[in-house]
């Protein structure tokens, strides 16, 4: 399997040339040749897998330069019930007939990104070991990819972690998972701005090629390839639970920011995984649902980023969207990088032509937002009728499914973190007497140390940082 750019670079890399890399050497995301196609035979035999060899089976298919014994152990350390609180891993819960939740949110920092990430941190560990080498991860996070990643890497040899997080724009909860870490290898960097402010830095940083190498600079965002992929797992698993036979269609809702998420759901997708609809559901910040409802995307400014009861949705650039958008334009990398990297960068906004928005339904993608008030809604009617407590990110979603879902099509709804990282919005929507559990050792988690740097929105400030903190 080689990989190739979605901005028209069609250099031929493996998946380890990719893996420790962000985005591909133009400015483009890194993209398969082609997606693996997969067969009625093969979902039969996959169907009873447990979860790690199901990981196992279905990366084996995308990496072909990691030994198939070195890359099921991978997956068996990684997807175990000590990590993940349960055999299933990603247990399907009933909420009422047609609706049901995936448990995505039961590892070490209670959200959905630890399914990847712990899987990223082995690799990571894995590919540098084999190549005598070390690396520096830059990252953005809204709040769960910052300390899903730090767990995920805290400790891991020949690792350092450099996260940007928007100063003050995180629940306590989140900020307390990353910055209360006194780990060596791992910096957090406040910055004063929004996610988006974070993210460009990112970019900017991994199109200084020079800086990029000297620096041995990597990322875990949804960019990263790898980390996307091990997302598409949880789907193929979801589909499993909900159905009985191959001839059944489920439709799936995501919580949706940075597209990384629903672009798994997309490749599963194309894999042949008998999809129906993937729901985009959005929050005020509701840039991919005015694409997917009018066919333009239009980055918002700091000022039209709202801060919203679901933070890590508040992104206003979905950075992992180009993904989609190259295989809906039908992998026209100079089309795509003149919307991406030519009108995005120029103008913050685009518009398909209507050729081109008339393709959508034929990926299976439908959209819908909600507002502050609708996630209290959720959060109160879910807990009231069938004693589920929702996080506020999932109550996005579920109020879009119960909007959405078709009779005879079962509707998954991804969870995406659990409610104890946002306690402050469960209390406003249920009153204080109703307590969101967490574990017993994040008892006093608000009340640690805390540890990290506040800093501008500049790209070459942080450079500096890195290069302070970095032995050459």
């Not at 030994?67 to 990603?90: Q, S, W």
């Not at 797992?233 to 639970?241: H, L, M, P, R, T």
Request: charged share 20%.
């Amino acid at each position: 399997m080689k990989y190739i750019s979605t901005r028209g670079d069609q250099t031929e890399r493996r998946f380890c040339e990719i893996l420790l890399e962000g985005l591909a050497p133009d400015g483009g995301l890194y993209l398969p040749v082609s997606y693996p196609r997969i067969d009625a035979a093969t979902l039969t035999r996959w169907r009873d897998l447990p979860y790690a060899e199901l990981a196992f089976e279905i990366l084996s298919l995308y990496i072909d330069d990691i030994p198939a014994d070195d890359l099921r152990a991978l997956t068996h350390k990684t997807y175990t019930a000590e990590v993940f609180g349960t055999e299933a891993i990603v247990p399907l819960k009933l909420l009422e007939p047609g609706l049901c939740l995936e448990s995505l949110s039961n590892g070490p920092t209670l959200a959905f990104k630890d399914m990847a990430m712990q899987l990223l941190g082995n690799l990571f560990e894995y590919e540098l070991a084999r190549r005598g080498e070390q690396l520096n991860i830059l990252g953005a996070t809204s709040g769960d990819t910052g300390s899903a990643a730090e767990y995920a890497m805290r400790g891991k040899a020949g690792v350092r972690v450099f996260m940007l997080s928007p100063h003050g724009r995180m629940s306590p909860f989140q900020q307390a998972q990353m910055f209360s870490l006194q780990d060596e290898n791992i910096h957090n960097l406040a910055v004063e701005g929004v996610f988006d402010d974070c993210q460009d830095i990112v970019k900017a940083v991994s199109n200084d090629l020079d800086f990029k190498r000297a620096y041995r600079i990597g990322t875990v965002n949804s960019i990263n390839w790898a980390r996307l992929l091990a997302q598409v797992v949880y789907y193929f698993a979801g589909y499993f639970q909900a159905t009985q036979s191959n001839d059944e269609q489920v439709s799936f809702t995501v919580p949706s920011g940075n597209f990384g998420n629903v672009c798994a759901g997309h490749v599963a997708r194309m894999m042949g995984l008998p999809v129906k609809h993937l729901v985009v559901a959005t929050n005020e910040n509701n840039v991919l649902e005015e694409f997917f409802r009018t066919g333009t995307y239009r980055v918002r400014g700091s000022s039209e980023t709202w801060e919203t009861s679901s933070p890590s949705m508040d992104i206003s650039k979905a950075s992992n969207f180009e993904r989609f958008v190259f295989d809906l334009l039908g992998r026209d990398g100079a089309r795509t990088k003149a919307l991406f990297g030519d009108a995005v960068s120029k103008d913050g906004v685009f518009t398909l032509s209507a050729d081109e928005f008339a393709r959508i339904p034929a990926y299976g993608f439908q959209s819908g937002r909600s507002t502050h008030a609708d996630r209290l809604a959720t959060i109160r009617a879910t807990y009231a009728g069938q004693g589920v407590l929702i996080d506020t990110h999932t109550a996005d979603g579920v109020k879009v499914a119960r909007e959405l879902r078709e009779e005879g099509v079962p509707m998954i709804v991804l969870e995406t973190a659990l409610p104890a990282k946002f306690e402050g919005t469960i209390a406003e929507a249920l009153g204080a007497d109703v307590q969101a559990p967490r574990p017993a050792a994040l008892a006093d988690l608000e009340s640690r140390p805390k540890r990290f740097q506040v800093m501008p929105a500049d790209t070459a400030v942080i450079q500096q940082y890195v290069r302070d903190h970095v032995p050459l």
